[in-house]
């Protein structure tokens, strides 16, 4: 029988090859003075601002030289009141999308944005609703444009923490695959790596639910078919779709199912070292997936967890009633063609394990995982990742 649940999702999803020429249209209908937040390489929305331009948007835009901190989420969101935007626009990676997320929100609500930080702030709601975004992604990843949550990054605390509230859901969730064409290989392997993990621990998760099983079985096909042939051939238009399509799931999926130890272990190393999301999580895919199956293998209250290990692994190598482990290996293999480094290469060594460990079993995303896991389970997985 299926359960009660709720979802939650951007008020409106414009998917397709080309849709970013429908943009202009779009805004308008929202409002014509736009602040346009973008990442280190303005030149690249030049279309973005003309197809605004055409439609009578007036645009100011703002740009992201690297992941957005407190103090930036703060300095957009006075600039957003100071041009009198109506509408944030985030063009660009999970970062821009991120960052102009938390300018909307900052945009109407009383400073400082600590105020309404998990973790290291007060985590109040947020009194006012945020401007409307329009969330274009540039790459195939995050999801963020249809997530609740904005990540900012504190250099003090060196912590990524999340501001979160469904008010920060986007008005429009706009992906065009084509924007995704010119990513390099290490980024397109990365994102997308990201992508399947968040759909993988979607799946996996204790709170996922009829809906977003419905849409993980669809959308981990499509990445696990597509993921290594866009990352040897960036021009393959079929490939770039499936993965902007999985990744538009992996949001979906995870903002109402929760997520798992990957990306609850992959918060404080983020903010502590200066390494890709998705590269992260993809080094600790592997090893996470490890210690959950055993830990539900050994458990006698936890077939359930078992029984979607064996679906899972059915779905990426197509045998009938596999065994539990042929997903893990597959996604081994994958993460070795993909050329994922291992977190050694960012820095990390087994003097950190004990404090990542603790800052992950705090994270918010630990608690979709499907089994408790310890301090020191959770340092073997960082010792297993390196």
Known sequence: MISHFEFATAGRIVFGAGRLKDL????????????????????????????????GCQVNIATVEKEPTLELAEALGQEAGKSKAELVVGFGGGSVIDAAKAAAAMATNEGPVLRYLEVIGDGKPLAERP????????TAGTGTEVTRNAVLHDPKTRLKVSLRSPLLLPRVALVDPETTMTLPPEVTAATGMDALTQLIESFLSCRATALTDAICREAIPKIAGSLERSFRDGTDLVARTDVAFASLCSGLALANSGL???????????????APHGAVCAALLVPVLRVNLAATQASVTNQRTVDRFRELAGILIGAEVPEPTAAIEWLAKLTAALAIPGLAAYGLQPEHFADIARQGLAASSMKGNPVPLSQQVLEAVLGAAL
């Open 131 to 138: 401007l409307p975004v329009i969330a274009i992604p540039t």
């Open 24 to 55: 202009g249209s779009i805004a308008c209908e929202i409002g014509r003075r736009v602040l346009l937040v973008v990442g280190s390489r303005p030149e690249r929305a030049d279309g973005v601002r003309k197809y605004l331009a055409a439609s």
């Open 260 to 274: 798992g130890a990957v990306h609850g272990l992959a918060a404080p190393l983020g903010g502590a070292f200066a």
